[in-house]
Structure formats: structure tokens, C-alpha cells
């Protein structure tokens, strides 16, 4: 399995990462499992005789919507069905052999010279995907500081672990045995630090041990300290300092720790163009992420619609106004239409009812009177919520922006998608509170209703896929509905 698993839960908030975590040692425990003790076996959401974690996850009506939100179809083709089901990851293909190819890298040092003048050299090291340990390539430069400027003396890649410490202590164990007499400038304090207190030890005569981290590069480092039959010294420089703000020494010494960054960066780029199989690997590796992300975002939010199911209360009013309570207890919504077979788009408005469902309406002002709630509030909040846009109409009928490219390449503009929301409520004929804002006056989408505090949103309707906050920083910058473009989906 994956062994950097854990990475995919940095998408999660705290509490969907700890659905995802009881989920997958199994805490949800199916009702197949449970009817063993008590109950029946029975889907809580959609009565399936036989509900299982395939059953939850894959098949389920009850969570359908969420599988549309997160194109777990599309998921499918790159994981196994346990990925899904269970939130376990397989290996990347080739990574190890990916991994032994870089154990395998032979460091082809510099033969040590035989002058016994003074040299100065600046060493550096790069990486790639420093964040990302299956990914990492670094390497490390050395330059020679010469009356005519800087000179490349060695470039290469890191043997074995890569980072881009081990980089800069290569460059420095390198440069170290390039010369007898040698003054090395490294930007890198860490590198500094240590090596300064094992020749300050070695200077006195005392015990030296070598760090445990990289000890490979360190015993390298040391045998070509050992060797060399006058003083080496070790000394630190800033990194990446303006230059044109500096002046004498430091400007000198700026120049030249540039020019070795920027060596030690081309032998990282040198290596990605003489090697395809690694751009594939790194676009493979950050695909799968970006997909593994959205199962686990589908597995938390799968858990929570069974670990707190939404219960719905059937209403015959068709106004919004009259389901809030004086209490403050927010009460579901079972829209009015049984049957969606004969709307302009069944599949959208089969979404938008699941939302209504499991949105909790509570009153927020007038007298329990939801006198603030817009339409457009409604709209953001339930196209956050479903994952899906509104239908356009393309040719002769209406499609979804996943059911065809000619729909996914249409102009998406956000007032046009917003009207035929409005449609659904049309169909209805259900009516929501106060008057709609004119959206061409507007500064913000607070004037439209979407407000994350006091007399906004929140405490009036919730929905456990929608966070207010979430919508609000979204969608915050746009000044008028149709700014919005394509609505913080895309």
C-alpha cells in the first residue's frame, strides 16, 4: 500500500479527517455487520435488503448525488474499488524502480588538484518537489571564484535519499576534495553549523563523530577533509540577496552563491529533460493525488450522511416561509413533484431535491419569517453542496456539463446559469422570502445576499456538504453575479 497515505487527508478539515479515519478501521459499522447483533440489515438511506460498505459507496441511491459530485466513476479508472470503499491506496507503478535508479547514481567527484594556493569556491544545492518524497531529485553545484568571475567547477545529482540538504552537503564534500587549501561558501546554515563544530573538534585534537543523518555524505565529506594536507575552511552567505541593492564583498559573494544556485538548478532541469519517464511519473503522481483527495472528501461526507442522517419532514405548504420555526429547531424539505420525469432536466432536479432534503432551514428574523433569504443565497449554497452546475441547453435538449463536451465548452456565464436555477423554482412554484437584489447595482455578493456573519446565512439554512464559510471566501471577490463565471467550481 501507499505509505505516504496520510498526504491525501491535507484536503480534509479536521473533522471530515476524522470521519475518514473511524471509517476506514471500520468504527461505521455497516448494518450487514450490525443486523448480527440487532437490528435489521437494511440500508438506513434507501432500505436496500442488504447494506455493506459496497453498497454505501458504489451503489446507493441515498448517496448517488455524491458520487456525481466527485466523479467517482471517473475515479474508478485510476483506483481499485477499495480505494473508494475502504480509503486505501495502492503505489504509484514504477516508483520503486524509480527510487533504485537513484540508489544506483554514481557520484563522479573531481580529482584532487595539486596546487597549494588559496582557492574559494561557493557550493550549492537544488531540489525538485521538495514536499513530495517519492517525487524528490536534487542536486548540488560547485563554482570556482576567479579573478574573471565564477566557473563551473562539478554539477550532479544526489545518490540514494534525496533533499535538498543532502544537495548542498554533496557540493561541499565535493569541493572539499577538489583542493588542498580551500575556502568553501555555502548557503546553507544547517550544513554550516555542523561542519564548522567537526573541524573546530578536529583543530583541538578531540574525538570527531560523524551525524547519523546522511552519514553516507558525511563520511564522503570527512575523508576528503582528512585528506587534504592544508587548512579547510567553511563559511556561510546569505541566499538569494538582491544584488543591485549590495555593494564590495557582498555584492562579490551574492554574485557567486547566484551563480551556484543557478548551476545546481540547471543540473535539476537537465536531468527532467533527459528523462521522460519522470515527467510521466510526476504527472501520473500528482493525478492520482488530486483524485485520491476527492474519494476521501466523498468518503467523509458518505460517513456523515449515515452517522448523522438527515431526516426529512413532509411539508404541503409551498412556501419556504413556512417551514421555519420559532424555536430555532430547523426543520427538512420535501419539495412538491414525485416525479421529475417530465421536467426539463430530471438528473439536475433529482440533485437539487436531495439538497432541499437535507438542507435545515431555522428562522433568522422577522418573527421566524426567513424575510432575508435570496435566491441567489439558495444557489450558491446548493451548487457547493451537489458539485454539479445547472443544465444549458445545447441542439435540442438540456445536458449537464459532464454529459458532453459541446455542454462542458459552452459559455458558462453566471447570470445565464443562474436563471435556470431559477427555473427549478418556477416548476415549483415555490416562494422564498424577500425580493431578489438587482444584480447589476451590486458591490459584492453581500448586497445579493451571501453574507458569512450577522444577518447572513449562517444560523438561517445549513447543509452538511455546504459550508458557509467555504462559499463566502469563494465567492466574496466578485462584484456582480455575472463575474462569477463559472461558479467556484472550476
Not at 445549513?462 to 467555504?470: D, M, Q, Y
Amino acid at each position: 500500500m501507499d505509505n505516504l497515505n496520510l498526504r491525501h487527508f491535507r484536503g480534509l478539515d479536521q473533522s471530515e479527517a476524522g470521519l475518514v479515519r473511524q471509517s476506514i478501521v471500520g468504527a461505521h459499522i455497516t448494518c450487514d455487520a450490525k443486523g448480527h447483533f440487532v437490528g435489521s440489515k437494511e440500508c438506513p438511506l434507501c432500505g436496500c435488503p442488504h447494506d455493506s460498505r459496497v453498497h454505501r459507496f458504489l451503489e446507493c441511491i441515498g448517496t448517488e448525488d455524491l458520487r456525481v459530485k466527485w466523479n467517482i466513476p471517473g475515479a474508478l479508472r485510476s483506483f481499485p474499488a477499495f480505494s473508494v470503499t475502504h480509503g486505501l491506496f495502492p503505489e504509484i507503478d514504477h516508483v520503486r524502480i524509480f527510487q533504485g535508479a537513484l540508489d544506483a547514481i554514481q557520484v563522479e567527484g573531481v580529482p584532487r588538484r595539486n596546487r597549494l594556493d588559496h582557492v574559494t569556491v561557493f557550493t550549492d544545492g537544488s531540489c525538485l518537489h521538495p514536499r513530495h518524497a517519492d517525487l524528490r531529485v536534487s542536486a548540488g553545484a560547485v563554482i570556482i571564484a576567479g579573478a574573471s568571475g565564477p566557473t563551473r567547477l562539478w554539477s550532479g545529482l544526489v545518490p540514494g535519499q534525496q533533499g535538498v540538504f543532502r544537495g548542498e552537503l554533496l557540493a561541499a564534500a565535493v569541493a572539499v576534495g577538489a583542493f588542498h587549501h580551500v575556502t568553501v561558501f555555502s548557503d546553507c546554515w544547517a550544513f554550516v553549523r555542523k561542519a564548522t563544530r567537526l573541524l573546530d573538534r578536529r583543530a583541538n585534537g578531540l574525538a570527531v563523530t560523524l551525524p547519523k543523518s546522511h552519514r553516507d555524505l558525511w563520511e564522503m565529506f570527512w575523508v576528503n577533509v582528512a585528506s587534504a594536507s592544508g587548512p579547510v575552511v567553511i563559511r556561510w552567505t546569505p541566499a538569494h540577496r538582491k544584488v543591485e541593492q549590495l555593494s564590495g564583498d557582498e555584492k562579490w559573494k551574492a554574485l557567486h552563491n547566484q551563480f551556484a544556485d543557478v548551476q545546481a538548478k540547471q543540473a535539476c532541469a537537465d536531468f527532467v529533460e533527459r528523462c521522460p519517464a519522470y515527467v510521466e511519473l510526476v504527472e501520473d503522481y500528482f493525478r492520482r493525488e488530486g483524485v485520491a483527495r476527492n474519494i476521501l472528501k466523498f468518503h467523509a461526507q458518505v460517513a456523515y450522511r449515515f452517522v448523522k442522517p438527515q431526516a426529512s419532514e413532509h411539508a404541503s405548504d409551498k412556501d419556504l416561509d413556512n417551514l421555519a420555526t420559532l424555536d430555532g429547531d430547523g426543520q427538512g424539505l420535501v419539495l412538491p413533484v414525485g416525479n421529475f420525469d417530465d421536467s426539463f432536466c430530471p438528473r439536475y432536479f433529482g440533485l437539487v431535491d436531495r439538497f432541499f432534503r437535507e438542507a435545515t432551514w431555522a428562522p433568522a428574523s422577522g418573527n421566524g419569517i426567513l424575510t432575508d433569504t435570496s435566491y441567489l443565497e439558495l444557489y450558491l449554497m446548493c451548487t457547493w453542496a451537489v458539485g454539479v452546475l445547472p443544465p444549458v441547453y445545447i441542439g435540442d435538449r438540456w445536458q449537464l456539463v459532464d454529459e458532453g463536451r459541446a455542454a462542458a465548452a459552452s459559455d458558462l456565464d453566471g447570470l445565464r446559469l443562474f436563471r435556470t436555477w431559477r427555473k427549478v423554482f418556477d416548476k415549483w412554484q415555490l416562494a422564498v422570502g424577500s425580493p431578489l437584489v438587482k444584480v447589476g447595482h451590486c458591490r459584492s455578493l453581500g448586497e445579493l445576499g451571501l453574507k458569512v456573519s450577522g444577518a447572513g446565512v449562517e444560523g438561517r439554512f445549513s447543509h452538511p456538504l455546504a459550508s458557509v464559510h467555504e462559499v463566502g471566501r469563494a465567492c466574496g471577490g466578485a462584484t456582480t453575479l455575472g463575474g462569477l463565471s463559472v461558479p467556484f467550481l472550476y
